[in-house]
Nanobody
């Protein structure tokens, strides 16, 4: 069992930055791929970024490529999402996920956090 707790969300002006953190409890954090997803009001949850167990492989949605950076610290059981050059369309609840199958599809991820709100004002 893995429990995930996100933090770092908030209100920021367009062009600003935020860093989200996701702390994982339980054993074997380094045996899980980690991902970030987001859900805006009235929309489906969508893939943002993912990182492999060792951190050697990363993926990004086209909408955030070049602006967001995912990283992980296996010694601290934590995954991060650095978000720069934020836009109003990045406004959403951001969720951390853990799983054994590296994928952009929400259905393949096993564990989810409760989410953290990110609001970008214009």
């Amino acid at each position: 069992q893995v429990q995930l707790v996100e933090s770092g969300g908030g209100l920021v002006q367009a062009g600003g930055s935020l860093r989200l953190s996701c702390a994982a409890s339980g054993r074997f954090f380094s045996s899980y791929d980690m991902g970030w997803f987001r859900q805006a009001p009235g929309k489906d949850r969508e893939f943002v970024s993912a990182i492999s167990r060792s951190g050697s492989i990363t993926s990004y949605a086209d909408s955030v490529k070049g602006r967001f950076t995912i990283s992980r610290d296996n010694a601290k059981n934590t995954v991060y999402l650095q978000m720069n050059s934020l836009k109003p369309e990045d406004t959403a609840v951001y969720y951390c996920a853990a799983g054994r199958y590296y994928s952009t599809r929400t259905q393949t991820w096993t564990y989810w956090g409760q989410g953290t709100q990110v609001t970008v004002s214009s």
